[in-house]
C-alpha cells in the first residue's frame, strides 16, 4: 500500500529504458477467479469464507540471517483452515547493498516455497523509495530479483505461482521515472524491457485509492482527476498491455472508509466521503468485474482484520469493521455466487 505522505529518497533513474508497449490484439484470458484476503491476524476466517475468500495473503519481511522455517507456521495454519496462501514477501532496503543480497533473498524464497504455499509475491512496490534502495529504484533492477526469485521458488516447487511485485499506482512523478522513484506505468514498461514476462506467472497489480465506483472511466473530482490510477478499468487496460500474456493478479484492492474512527490522517483527506456501504458495494462490484473481464485470476481484498487507524489508517480499509461487522463480506458473497452462473 502506497502512503500518500510518505518520504522520497533518491533514486536514480537516468538512462534506464522506457519500451513503447504495443497492446496484444488477444490478450490472455482465464476462467479461473478466486477471491481472498489480506490478514494481519487471520482472526475471522469464517466471515472470509461468507465473502466467497478461499484465499488468504500473509505479508512476510524478510531480514537477512531469518530462519524461513518460522513462516511454515502460516502456511500450515491457513491451508488447515482450507484456505490457499499467498506470501507477499519483501525485504528490508537498508540491507540490500550486500552483494549477495539478492541470490541470499531467492534462497529465501526458495525456502519457503518448499511449505508448499499456493503462491508468492515477490517484493511489494518497488517503484517507491520506502520499498528499494536509494538510487536504486527502476524495473530493471527489480527484475533482476525477480529473475533470482522465481527459479529458485520454481526448483524448490513448481506448482506454486509467481506474482511479480504489484507497484505502487502512481501519478506522483508525473509520468516519468525520476531521482525519487517511478511512476508505475514507466516501471512496468522497464521490467517488460528487462525480460519479466518470463519470471511469472501472474503481474501483480494494486488499487486503493479509489473514490467512486469501479465501473467507471471518469469524474474523480482530485487533481489529475484523469490518470488511470484513479480508475479500476483504466489499471485493468495498462497492466493487461504491458503484459497481455499473463493474468492479472490484484495482490490489494481496498477502499478507505473512515466511518466509525477518527477523522483521516493528512494525505488521506481523499476518502473523506466513502461510507462502509459504498466500500461494501465497490468492493462486491470489483470482485464481479474482475471476474467477468476473464484477465484476473485473483483478487486479493486490502484488508479484512486491521485494527491500526492512525498515520496510516489501515483499519480504515478493513472490511470488518468496528463491531465486528461486515458488510463487504455480503456484497462480496454475493457477487461472487452471481459471477460462478452470471458471466457477461
Not at 533514486?11 to 482465464?30: E, L, W
Not at 514507466?186 to 517488460?192: D, G, K, T
Amino acid at each position: 500500500m502506497l502512503l500518500l505522505g510518505c518520504g522520497l529518497f533518491l533514486a536514480a533513474c537516468a538512462g534506464q529504458p522506457r519500451a513503447t508497449v504495443t497492446p496484444s490484439p488477444t490478450p490472455v484470458t482465464t476462467d479461473v477467479f478466486e477471491v481472498g484476503g489480506h490478514v494481519f491476524g487471520f482472526t475471522s476466517p469464517a466471515l472470509m469464507r461468507d465473502a466467497g475468500m478461499t484465499w488468504v495473503k500473509f505479508q512476510v519481511i524478510y531480514n537477512r540471517g531469518d530462519d524461513p522455517d518460522s513462516i511454515k507456521t502460516l502456511i500450515d495454519q491457513a491451508q488447515a483452515a482450507n484456505f490457499k496462501v499467498l506470501l507477499s514477501v519483501k525485504g528490508v532496503p537498508s540491507e540490500m547493498s550486500a552483494s549477495s543480497y539478492n541470490s541470499d533473498y531467492a534462497m529465501f524464497l526458495g525456502s519457503i516455497a518448499a511449505f508448499k504455499p499456493d503462491a508468492i509475491e515477490v517484493w511489494n512496490e518497488a517503484n517507491i523509495d520506502r520499498e528499494w534502495p536509494t538510487g536504486q529504484i527502476s524495473g530493471g533492477n527489480y527484475t533482476n530479483l525477480l529473475k533470482l526469485a522465481y527459479a529458485a521458488i520454481k526448483a524448490a516447487n513448481a506448482d506454486t505461482l509467481v506474482i511479480s511485485g504489484a507497484p505502487a499506482p502512481t501519478g506522483f512523478f508525473s509520468g516519468k521515472c525520476t531521482p525519487d522513484g517511478c511512476d508505475d506505468n514507466i516501471f512496468l514498461q522497464q521490467m517488460v524491457a528487462a525480460g519479466a514476462v518470463n519470471f511469472m506467472d501472474c503481474t501483480g497489480i494494486h488499487y486503493n485509492e479509489g473514490i467512486l465506483p469501479p465501473d467507471v472511466r471518469s469524474g474523480d473530482p482530485r487533481e489529475n482527476s484523469s490518470h488511470y490510477s484513479r480508475y479500476f478499468p483504466a489499471m485493468l487496460d495498462l497492466y493487461t498491455q504491458a503484459f497481455p500474456s499473463k493474468p492479472l493478479c490484484f495482490t490489494e484492492i481496498g477502499y478507505l472508509s473512515p466511518e466509525g474512527y477518527d477523522d483521516l490522517p493528512p494525505g488521506f483527506e481523499w476518502a473523506a466521503n466513502t461510507t462502509v456501504q459504498k466500500q461494501a458495494d465497490w468492493l462486491g462490484m470489483a470482485a464481479q468485474s474482475a471476474r467477468q473481464s476473464h484477465r484476473v485470476r485473483l483478487l486479493i481484498i486490502w484488508n479484512v482484520d486491521a485494527t491500526e487507524y492512525g498515520v496510516d489508517p489501515l483499519a480504515g480499509y478493513a472490511i470488518v469493521r468496528p463491531g465486528g461487522v461486515c458488510p463487504a463480506c455480503t456484497t462480496l458473497g454475493t457477487a461472487m455466487n452471481q459471477s460462478e452462473g452470471n458471466e457477461g
